[in-house]
């Protein structure tokens, strides 16, 4: 009864804190004097941590052994159920900005994200996607309801939204449809834009960023580039892209369709970052035909380099300590900075001079951040007018029923890129399986081998007699084993299901003895309380 005591507290050390099992209910320690900094009193020569130390790490030995032990016998609950691929997240199709913007990724966070999403006791693989329109977390979970509860409280403690909350806006998408969904996003089909290609370049960034951090595991790194080939077939395969527009390029529609038609051109533009959406919205500027530009930046060789390259338009760099300055002579103010804090508030705005009548005499704040830089507050202060991405959705409705009909024709590229990646992904099943009944044959055949050469003697083999014998022996395993094996195939190559692969694959689990699904999952859960321990 102890050690079943010992073994349930264990198991709870390895799934839900490790702190619950190094001390299990009940159980008292000594005293401890409060001590300085290295373990040392100061009035004193009483040393405590050596003992604590060892004490702790006992514990943890035990608890290790014993979460294990515990999870041999409760693991059929487990192989009940494949690892699962999982999208949790929330774009601009299912919540405001003002929630997004709390839960917002920077780039160079992403790694440190990813390593503590798989530092939660079921998630085996994460990736972050964190853009201006969608903040979604792509996991390979051990356990489909243990993973997305621990993602939902991870996301719940980073933005300090209570999980009630968020789940009222989240998206949970499981195994194909969360692989579809992720295609269909890397071909822009889930944009605010149909067919926008930035996005496409932030799926690849995903990819580099975990390459350079050593953070993506084989599932996920393998779902996110077959991803951005099937962005790129349906870019290069259907006319998609054709007329579509970008974030950037809707925000300076915005601001033209809000001017007074007569006057838009003569607008006083000002840019606030000259990052890619900054200049993609000077892109879109010239397209428009507007001559001369504002723009604000942290250092003038980026604003250089886009100068260098449009020579359509005038550009007049000004530092980030003029930004307010620039501010004042400006009619439309396009912001898209990383800053986490707004830019522009309320007592900002009310300090700018009035914008002529011919203007509407309205100054346009046309931000298109996340976070935002621009507050909402802004928009009640009478002389200014706000809009984030969120309001972009007026000039996205345009030609709708033309870019549904090429999304149609996008989802037929999709769904066999999704085929392939299934096909590959259920052939990782009987891979353990492949690899331990080799194993065992292997062993057998060396083993009979050594027995007959013994038997023959040394002194009576020639090296091409030794190697003859071999090469039978390797041959008969090799035949033997070719039909099973072609009963483990699942790549698609021929009529055969899953589910009759998996059922051959069980079969030779029994008749071999090869256990190997306990086996691997056990190996997880190993790798799962060493790292937790570590």
Known sequence: MMASTASATAAAAAFGGAAAAAKPR??????????????????????????????????????????????????????????????IGLS?????????????????LWPRAIQELTNLNHIEEAAVLSTCNRMEIY?????????????????????????????EHLFMLRDSDATRHL?????????????EGQILAQVKQVVRSGQNSGGLGKNIDRMFKDAITAGKRVRCETNISAGAVSVSSAAVELALMKLPKTESLSARMLLIGAGKMGKLVIKHLIAKGCKKVVVVNRSVERVDAIREEMKDIEIVYRPLSEMYQAATEAD??????????????????????????????VRLFVDISVPRNVSACVSEVGSARVY????????????????????????????????????????LETVPTIKKLRSYADRIR????????????????????????????????????????????????????????????????????????????EQKIKAKVEKTQN
């Open 446 to 521: 060396a083993s009979e081998l050594e027995k007959c050469l013994q038997k023959i003697g040394e002194a009576n083999l020639n090296k091409k007699m030794r190697r003859a014998i071999e090469e039978l022996s390797t041959g008969i395993v090799n035949k033997l084993l070719h039909g099973p094996l072609q009963h483990l195939r699942c790549d698609g190559s021929d009529s055969r299901t899953l589910d009759e692969t998996l059922e051959n694959m069980h079969a030779l689990n029994r008749m071999f003895s090869l256990d190997t699904e306990k086996a691997i999952i």
């Open 26 to 87: 009940g159980s008292s320690s000594p005293p401890c004097p409060r001590v300085a900094a290295g373990g040392r009193r100061r009035s004193g020569v009483v040393r405590c941590d050596a003992g604590v130390d060892a004490q702790v790490q006992a514990v943890a030995k035990a608890a290790s052994i014993a979460a294990l032990e515990q999870f041999k016998i409760s693991a059929d609950r487990y192989m009940k159920e494949r690892s699962s691929i999982a999208v």
């Open 332 to 361: 439309v103010v396009f912001t898209s900075t990383a800053s986490e804090t707004p830019l522009f508030t309320k007592e900002h705005a009310e300090a700018l001079p009035p914008i002529s009548d011919t203007l509407g005499g």
């Open 92 to 108: 601009v199709h299912t919540a405001p900005v003002e929630m997004r913007e709390k839960l917002a990724v920077a780039e160079e």
């Open 183 to 195: 295609f269909e996003v890397s071909a822009g089909l889930d944009s605010l834009v149909l067919g």
């Open 388 to 427: 984030n991405v969120d309001d972009l959705k007026e000039v996205v409705e345009a030609n709708k029923e033309d870019r549904l009909r090429k999304a149609m024709e996008a989802q037929t590229i999709i769904t066999q890129e999704l085929k392939r990646f299934e096909a590959w992904r259920d052939s």
């Open 139 to 167: 996991v390979v979970a051990l356990s489909w309801n243990r993973g997305i509860r621990e993602v939902v409280d991870w996301m719940s403690k980073k933005s300090g939204i209570p999980a009630s909350e968020l789940r």
